[in-house]
């Protein structure tokens, strides 16, 4: 495998700094949305894909604020999600009562999503918003309800690409793009 990753990228859908002006705009939004609620908003990243994007909008966010992170399986190590997604990784931190923001990569079928939402649910949240770097609308298969006064907020719609870079990956491989890219089909075929 050839240590210049980029030559594997077909074309670049964002760059580095249309990421990070993105981020810092949700970071904003979510400020505003939450400085009234009582109790700091819990942030749970859905590993592993969303590490880079939880990490730089927390940083942004401008209020006290908790982090977890939760795990759930959907992909195996194929490009297409299996729509039977298991919690393999539970939250650390007691949610019941807490305002929970689940940031999650990209949102496609839904499916992952929705397994989540009543995950959380179950625990007693009183609300949950969806923070999804990129929303694949196309790709939907279940209808996502958000719980209590929960908002969806997202960072780019993405056309149906199977999409590397910032987080997302391939195998494991291309995290640590710093943009979001198409990769070359003769990569994941």
């Not at 496609?108 to 959380?120: N, Q, R």
């Not at 391939?170 to 979001?180: K, V």
Request: glycine share 8%; proline share 4%.
């Amino acid at each position: 495998m050839s240590m210049s990753l980029d030559s594997h990228i077909e074309k670049v859908l964002w760059t580095q700094d249309q990421i990070l002006d993105r981020v810092a705009q949700i970071a904003s939004q979510i400020t505003l949305d939450f400085k009234a609620a009582p109790d700091p908003p819990l942030f749970v990243g859905v590993a592993t894909g969303a590490f880079l994007f939880l990490a730089d909008l927390v940083k942004k966010v401008q209020l006290p604020l908790c982090v977890d992170l939760v795990r759930a399986q959907s992909y195996g190590s194929g490009t297409l999600s299996n729509g039977a997604p298991s919690i393999s990784l539970d939250l650390k931190l007691d949610v019941k009562g807490k305002h929970v923001i689940l940031v999650e990569d990209i949102v496609d079928t839904g499916c992952t999503l929705s397994c989540l939402i009543e995950h959380l649910e179950a625990k007693g949240v009183s609300s949950v918003s969806i923070c999804a770097f990129l929303d694949k609308p196309t790709r939907r298969k279940v209808h996502i309800k958000l719980v209590g006064d929960g908002k969806f907020y997202k960072g780019f719609e993405c056309p149906d690409y199977f999409v590397v870079g910032y987080g997302m990956d391939f195998a494991e491989l291309y995290r640590n793009l710093p943009y979001i890219g198409v990769l070359k089909s003769e990569f994941y075929k």
